[in-house]
């Protein structure tokens, strides 16, 4: 669970004989998690998501019990492969993802090696994003992790990760903290 892996802050606080100041941000942190977490139920909207960029050939998506599959399964997101019962990523190649992705309302990767991908780019890369629905509509968020520390704070903020997978495919004047909407160029 997303915030399990943030209660390791109280662990480590013990070390430095930091407990309240530990838990009083863990419970900062646990609260606008289920904030977020009731507005995310309550909604209505169940957008559907699909995760990942191939590499090399193989598109490795989250499994159905992996930290991502999780976060989307609790910002009410229909996620193709959250009944697989796996916790680290799936192996598949692009016609499967294809085959139960394409329909998919929203696309949501990381990226960290140079500048943002655009619609433009990922055309280049492979006409077959454009077969996507999210790439249709632009509706593709990345988290470039050489502009946002997503890696290093994301896992003790899943707070701020839910909330951005809650309402990216919702509202379109949501201000994110680590995906940002693709650009056309």
Known sequence: HPLARTEWIKFIAEFFDCR???DSIFAGIEKRYNEVL???ETNGLRPSVISSLPYQGVWYVPAGESYK???FRQAGLVYPWADTGDTGSL???ME???SKGSQADAWFFETGMGPSPTLASLKEQNKLYTHFKAYQ?????ICNTD???YFEQGIVQPDKVLSDFVYLPR???YVPFYYKRIKER
């Open 171 to 173: 509202k379109k004047d």
């Open 147 to 149: 502009d946002v520390p």
């Open 69 to 71: 599959s999780v976060l």
């Open 96 to 98: 499967a993802v294809l």
């Open 91 to 93: 192996p598949l190649d």
């Open 38 to 40: 009731a507005e995310a």
């Open 137 to 141: 509509n632009g509706d593709i968020f």
């Open 20 to 22: 309240a100041a530990a």
